[in-house]
C-alpha cells in the first residue's frame, strides 16, 4: 500500500457546525502532517506530527484541532470556522520527520464553509 | 521565513518541445529538494528527491538538478506531452527546520496538441 488516504473528499459546513477529516496510511511512515492549500496559491503548513506527537504547530487557530490516536491516522477537527478557512486540506506522510524523506500527499478534502 | 521562488509563473509550450523550470531558494544549507506535480483540485505527486548531496535526479523523461551554491534547481522535462499539463511545485526543507517543507509558487504548465 503506497497511498495516502483522506476522507471525506468534500465537506460542506456552517459555522456553528463540527466536524473532522481523516486520513489514514499504512506505509509505516513516522511523520503525518495536514496543509491547507487556497486556489492557486502553494500548501501552507498547518501541523506536523513525528512519531504520533505533534512537533509543529504553525500557529494555526484554534477552531483547527488535529490528533494522532496512531501511527497511522490522523485527523483534523474543525469547529466554528469562518468562511475564508475554505479551502482544499491535504494530508501527507513521510517516512520519518526532519525533512530528509519523501513527502507522500493524499488527493485532499475540499472544505467549503458556509 | 524561507523564500522559494518559481519562475515563470505559467508556460505554454507545443508537444514536443523540450522545457526547463526554475525554483531558487535563499538559503543554501537545504536538507533537499523535491519537485512535485500537483494537477487542478487534486492532491500532490512526488516526481524527484534531490538530497542535499545530489547534483541531479532523473526518471524517465525527467530530470531535476541542483545547485546549492547558486540556491537554484531546475526541472527539465523532456519530449512534452499534453498528459504533463498540471501545476508543478518544488519545495525545500532545511536541517534546521525540521519537518518543515518550504512550498514555491508553482508553474502552471499547459502542452498544446
Known amino acids: 500500500d503506497t497511498e495516502v488516504t483522506q476522507t471525506p473528499k468534500h465537506l460542506v459546513m456552517g459555522m456553528t457546525n463540527k466536524k473532522s477529516l481523516k486520513c489514514e496510511q499504512h506505509?509505516?511512515?513516522?511523520?503525518m502532517y495536514w496543509y491547507k492549500q487556497k486556489a492557486k496559491k502553494p500548501p501552507e503548513l498547518m501541523f506536523v506530527?513525528?512519531?504520533?506527537?505533534?512537533?509543529i504547530n504553525e500557529s494555526v487557530p484554534s477552531r483547527f484541532s488535529p490528533e494522532c490516536p496512531n501511527s497511522s491516522l490522523l485527523n483534523l477537527h474543525l469547529h466554528a470556522l469562518q468562511p475564508e478557512d475554505s479551502a482544499l486540506y491535504l494530508c501527507?506522510?513521510?517516512?520519518?520527520?526532519?525533512?530528509?524523506?519523501?513527502?507522500?500527499f493524499g488527493a485532499g478534502s475540499r472544505l467549503t464553509v458556509l | 521565513k524561507q523564500e522559494v521562488t518559481q519562475i515563470p509563473a505559467a508556460l505554454s509550450v507545443p508537444e514536443g518541445e523540450n522545457l526547463v523550470l526554475n525554483c531558487s531558494f535563499t538559503?543554501?544549507?537545504?536538507?533537499?529538494l523535491q519537485w512535485f506535480r500537483q494537477d487542478p483540485g487534486k492532491g500532490l505527486t512526488s516526481l524527484l528527491l534531490?538530497?542535499?548531496?545530489?547534483r541531479e535526479q532523473t526518471s524517465g523523461r525527467l530530470n531535476a538538478s541542483l545547485d546549492k551554491s547558486s540556491g537554484r534547481s531546475t526541472l527539465y522535462i523532456a519530449a512534452s506531452q499534453p498528459g504533463d499539463s498540471a501545476t508543478y511545485l518544488c519545495?525545500?526543507?532545511?536541517?534546521?527546520?525540521?519537518?518543515?517543507?518550504?512550498f514555491g509558487t508553482g508553474t502552471s504548465l499547459t502542452v498544446i496538441p
Open positions: 519545495a525545500v526543507s532545511y536541517r534546521n527546520t525540521g519537518n518543515q517543507f518550504y
Open positions: 506505509m509505516g511512515h513516522r511523520a
Open positions: 534531490i538530497q542535499s548531496s545530489q
Open positions: 501527507a506522510s513521510s517516512r520519518s520527520g526532519g525533512g530528509a524523506n519523501v513527502l507522500t
Open positions: 538559503d543554501s544549507a537545504i536538507y533537499n
Open positions: 506530527y513525528s512519531y504520533e506527537k505533534l512537533s
